[in-house]
């Protein structure tokens, strides 16, 4: 089977199935216009493969959890009972075939990429754009995580090519990938535009569809009005009468091509018999379920069928198969709305089995020409049930529909509040907006899904009468939803905004709901933590009052212990807020913790952690973090907590555990979806600062995040600077970063920035800012009490201090911060003591603490910390030089390959390291037999003895 005119599309399918025998794997989307090939390319590749599964998205289906992925996978289920608990009972729940926790969607991802992973197959998915929301993430998971499984998963998408100005990233053979005029698929997802038939192809196929002679002006004509579509080129060539085809009668116009060719077929269905007509609609309202019982009940049959069948809109009257989606679209669209509720209204009495429910329930919603608050009940129903198996999307879809039918104004805002936050529960947070402003818009300075507006007069009005039908929980909940969303959607101003939000969401919730207002407070601190002073609507000290007030006395439970924290860091200084720093780092560090309540307030834990620097705390926080988020499969809080990790390795100066975090994060946002363009808020300044070498120029800028409303980024990047500007001797412009974060006199959040402060302040001249940063520092120390702190202060007094006095701190703070983990603060100890006994002359003693400083910073790939230190070397008349690469560099390790080969040399099995990699057991062998063949080891207790840390 080869198609005529397809030969470069069927060449690139070839390459891609040619690699499943030899456990390569590939996806692909094949996206075009109505009836432009898509299909036929589909079973060409299908046609190349022993083995395949093969399902098509429904319209009717788009709005049941999992229905295509269950579909896809029924083959394959028999097998669950290998695959780890977590995916087994994850996928049994998503599939409605046990009960249990709602199924998380990652863990369901991953036991789909299991079970294909089994054994070399091509998976194809034709009209994915209907497909059900959560199994196309699912799906898009699958494909972006193939590599050595012998998998080829092939998507139909109906939607318009990429526009050649879309940019430079390509797809295959030079197609344009990214968002086109139609359906854009999922994202990481590479894209094959599959266009018309070149002018030549399209000659051939149109004559030979041609029932008689055709003239060749004519011919080209219609090759052009057509673009060259084949479905349209087939039809035309059969219903166009001889004379037209030889020019002597003029063509039809428009020709029938894109949304025209719809038109097209629903003005050749207006040409049917009633009953023919209102069995076809029967067959494309209930795509292919109880047709046969709803049709008898309405008075018609299959038999009636025939004409379209004997016309090609069908291939199979039983079950009734439309030729093209086109076709079914076009009747249903057609029929008058009293008749397509009179068919739905007969497919709902049809579906009456247990099995039936939600279709049942749509169909009822469909039948209904007004509000139906017995139907809106029963899809309220349907929204739970869906809940209960992980379908967020569907839960919002059944919520959104029920508050159309819904007459109450309260009832109908509930519904749609709780629709909103399934939508934002699902990742559709623009969707969740738009679902929120149709209670209320939003309010001047709020953001909505258009961005912050200003209130007209209507908008005013529309609130006073819509915000009194909620009640104050919902009401909360609404604002809870708003700023979450805003944020998620990237709406500008929101990540200002949204402290604000949460804070009079607290106020609704208020006594009535304590749990519900203590999370939307600590949501309020939050945000107020990535934002700093680009707050807007509210400032930190609002929100420490409202924290002081809800935290308790004493404060309860690991959510009172970090509020009480924040606010007396917020309202006195740290030194005070010391005693309630401690209590809230033990609160989350206890191992009897919920795992979930940890995940939820890990920004606010690493936060106090680091303000008190509690290394070991925060350390333990974040391994059990990462555990837990590994165990539940909650992806975008473990994405959250690998960002987390990064940032604290960066503040600790263990820039290879920073960037063995960076990594993994990065791989786990393009396994779910997030595009380059948001990839790049997630990048560590502070990191990419110790690796700036002297004269090289900053890859972003403090100034970068203001647009964003991102001030700690902006803070992180400021200081993270000034540490690059030390280290290559440019002390007043670390001194001018620096001091706007010092807050000298009240040690606060940035308290951390004050031994820079001192050393920076201090080269310049300006010994009494040094004075001032270095007493800030030892009363913020001496109240951390933490060896991390204490060492920091000796480092920084054995900078102000005497010739006599300043060498025992020095060998003090070395001594205290070698017990820590504060990698990078000990190197640069080192470095000073070493610099200090140079200028004395004491030449070995120098060399020692000059050399073992640059060992480590080259261990790190510290850039500019090492040319300093290797400069100070040199003046002692060494090389200055003696680099030590990275594990990776000097094995040749890939990224992906040193964490495969790190997991396998802990212990791990190579299913173990695929759960936490997020990668199928084949992709784990495959990367551990290329780490093998580069070290050259032929076990795992070799691989032990080869790696080190």
């Known amino acids: 089977m080869r198609l005529f005119g397809r030969e470069a599309e069927c060449a690139i399918l070839d390459e891609l199935v040619a690699g499943a025998p030899e456990a390569r794997s590939a996806v692909a989307v094949l996206r075009g216009e109505p009836g432009v090939g898509k299909t036929s390319l589909l079973r060409y590749a299908r046609s190349r493969v022993p083995r395949s599964l093969w399902v098509s998205g429904v319209e009717a289906e788009a709005h049941f959890p999992y229905a295509a992925l269950h579909r896809l996978l029924i083959p394959l289920l028999p097998g669950r009972a290998a695959l780890p608990a977590a995916q087994r009972a994850a996928l049994e729940v998503a599939c409605g075939l046990s009960g249990g926790e709602p199924a998380d969607l990652h863990l369901v991802s991953l036991a789909a990429l299991t079970l294909l992973a089994r054994e070399p197959r091509l998976c194809v998915v034709d009209d994915a754009q209907w497909v059900d929301s959560e199994s196309l993430r699912a799906l898009a998971f699958v494909g972006r ?53 070149r002018e030549e192809a399209a000659l051939a196929l149109l004559a030979e569809s041609a029932d008689g002679p055709l003239d060749p002006a004519i011919a080209a004509a219609i090759v052009r009005a057509t673009g060259g579509n084949p479905l349209a080129l087939t039809d035309l060539g059969r219903e166009l009468t001889a004379e037209q085809l030889r020019g002597t009668s003029p063509l039809p116009g428009p020709m029938p091509i894109g949304s025209r060719l719809e038109a097209h077929y629903a003005a050749r269905v207006r040409g049917y018999t009633e ?19 709803a049709a008898t009940a309405l008075g018609v049959s299959a038999s009636d069928a025939e004409p379209a069948e004997s016309d090609g809109l069908l291939t199979s009257v039983s079950p009734p198969v439309f030729r093209h989606p086109l076709m079914r679209s076009a009747v249903y669209g057609d029929a008058p709305a009293p008749l397509r509720r009179s068919v739905h209204a007969a497919l709902a009495a049809a579906a009456g089995g247990p099995d039936d429910a939600d279709r049942r329930a749509w169909h009822l919603a469909a039948a209904a020409p007004g509000p139906d608050e017995a139907v809106a009940a029963e899809l309220e129903r349907r929204a739970g049930r869906a809940a209960a198996r992980g379908g967020h999307a569907a839960r919002a879809d059944f919520l959104a529909r029920a508050a159309e039918l819904t007459d109450d104004s309260r009832d109908r805002a509930v519904r749609l509040t709780a629709a909103a936050e399934a939508a934002l529960t699902a990742g559709a947070a623009t969707r969740a907006l738009r679902l929120l402003d149709d209670i209320t818009p939003a309010r001047p300075g709020e953001p909505h899904q258009r961005g912050a507006v200003a209130e007209t007069g209507a908008e005013a009005g529309t609130q006073a009468r819509l915000r009194p039908a909620m009640d104050a929980r919902w009401r909360g909940v609404a604002l809870m939803v708003r700023a979450g969303a805003a944020v998620s959607a990237h709406v500008p101003g929101a990540n200002r905004y949204a402290s604000a939000m949460c804070l009079e969401a607290a106020e609704a919730f208020g006594a009535a709901w304590p749990e519900l207002a203590r999370a939307a407070v600590l949501s309020a601190i939050e945000h107020e933590i990535a934002v700093e002073d680009l707050i807007t609507g509210t400032t930190a000290g609002g929100i420490a009052a409202v924290a002081r007030r809800m935290a308790g006395e004493p404060p309860v439970g690991a959510a009172g212990a970090l509020m009480a924290a924040y606010a007396a860091v917020i309202e006195e200084d740290l030194v005070a807020a010391a005693p309630a720093l401690r209590r809230a780092v033990a609160a989350m560090a206890d191992v009897a913790l919920p795992e979930r309540e940890l995940l939820r307030h890990i920004v606010v834990a690493v936060s106090v952690s680091t303000m008190l620097w509690d290394d070991r705390s925060r350390q333990a926080i974040l391994d059990r973090a990462t555990a837990a988020a590994h165990r539940t499969g909650a992806l975008q809080s473990l994405d959250l907590v690998y960002f987390m990790a990064a940032m604290s390795d960066a503040t600790l100066g263990r820039l290879t555990d920073a960037d063995r975090h960076e990594a993994a994060g990065l791989r786990l946002r393009r396994a779910i979806g997030i595009t380059a363009e948001r990839q790049r808020v997630w990048n560590h300044p502070e990191l990419a600062a110790w690796r700036i070498g002297p004269g090289e120029r900053a890859p972003v800028r ?129 470095l000073l003591y070493g610099e200090w006994l140079r200028r004395r002359r004491r030449r070995r003693e120098a060399r020692e603490q000059l050399g073992a400083a640059l060992e480590m910073f080259d261990a790190v790939r510290a850039v500019a910390f090492a040319h300093r230190a290797g400069r100070e070397l040199g003046a002692l008349g060494g090389t200055g030089r003696n680099p030590v690469p990275q594990q ?33 057991a084949s992709t784990v062998d495959y990367h551990l037999r290329k780490v093998y063949r580069k070290l050259g080891v032929n076990s795992r207790r070799q691989l032990r003895e080869a790696l080190h840390d």
């Open 145 to 197: 995580r193939l590599h050595a499984e012998g998998v080829v998963l092939l998507l139909g998408w109906r939607g318009s090519p990429a526009p050649a100005e879309a940019g430079p990233e390509t797809g295959f053979g030079g197609a344009v990938k990214g968002a086109g005029t139609g359906a854009v698929p999922p994202a990481g997802l590479p894209v094959l535009d599959v266009g018309g038939l």
């Open 275 to 293: 009953a023919t007509r209102v069995w076809l609609l029967v067959a494309a309202a209930g795509a292919g379920e109880h047709v046969g019982a």
């Open 888 to 920: 990776s560099e000097a094995t040749g390790l890939t990224t992906q390959e040193a964490a495969v080969a790190r997991l396998a040399r802990n212990g791990g099995t190579n299913a173990e390291i695929a759960a936490h990699l997020f990668l199928s």
């Open 702 to 830: 403090p100034e970068a995040f203001e647009a964003l409303g991102l001030g700690a980024m902006r803070s992180l990047t400021a200081h993270g600077l000034a540490i690059r500007d030390i280290a290559c001797g440019d002390y007043a412009a670390a001194a001018r970063r620096l001091a706007p974060l010092a807050d000298l006199g009240r040690p606060g959040r940035y308290a951390r920035v004050l031994p820079d402060l001192v050393e920076s302040a201090l080269r310049t001249g300006d010994r009494r800012t040094a004075g001032l940063a270095h007493d800030d520092l030892a009363r913020a120390a001496e109240a951390a009490g933490t060896d991390w702190a204490i060492g920091l202060r000796e480092r920084s007094a054995a900078l102000l201090a005497e010739d006599g006095a300043a060498e025992s701190l020095y060998r003090q703070a070395i001594e205290r911060l070698g017990g820590t983990l504060a990698y990078g603060d000990l190197a640069r100890a080192r």
